[in-house]
């Protein structure tokens, strides 16, 4: 069982920045690969970001396209989420998420592909 823990949210005003952290412990982390889901409030969870074991592969969902970037770093077992040009639709409680199952792009958005979730960090954008 891998534990992950969050951090790095907070409030930030539209067009800034923030990065968040995912933490890994319990689990040969390098390999595993490494989502990024968000929910608002009122709506389903949606794919945010993802990164391979290896940190060669990534895939976004095409609301953060362009703007967000995902890295990992397994010597400290931690991923990130780099988050710029925040928008109030970014609004949300972004969740950490780990699995080991197969790389593809149809997989790496599958919530049910991932085993092991953190309990979140809130991100606030204000207009």
């Known amino acids: 069982q891998v534990q992950l823990v969050e951090s790095g949210g907070g409030l930030v005003q539209a067009g800034g920045s923030l990065r968040l952290s995912c933490a890994a412990s319990?689990?040969?982390?390098?390999?595993?690969?490494t989502g990024w889901f968000r929910q608002a409030p009122g709506k389903e969870r949606e794919f945010v970001a993802a990164?391979?074991?290896?940190?060669?592969?990534?895939y976004y969902g095409d609301a953060v396209k362009g703007r967000f970037t995902i890295s990992r770093d397994n010597a400290k077992n931690t991923v990130y989420l780099q988050m710029s040009s925040l928008k109030p639709e970014d609004t949300a409680v972004y969740y950490c998420?780990?699995?080991?199952?197969?790389?593809?792009?149809?997989?790496?958005?599958?919530?049910?592909?991932?085993?092991?979730w953190g309990q979140g960090a809130q991100v606030t954008v204000s207009s």
């Open positions: 998420a780990a699995g080991v199952r197969g790389w593809s792009s149809w997989s790496a958005r599958q919530e049910s592909d991932y085993n092991n």
């Open positions: 319990g689990h040969s982390f390098n390999i595993l690969r």
């Open positions: 990164i391979s074991w290896s940190g060669g592969g990534t």
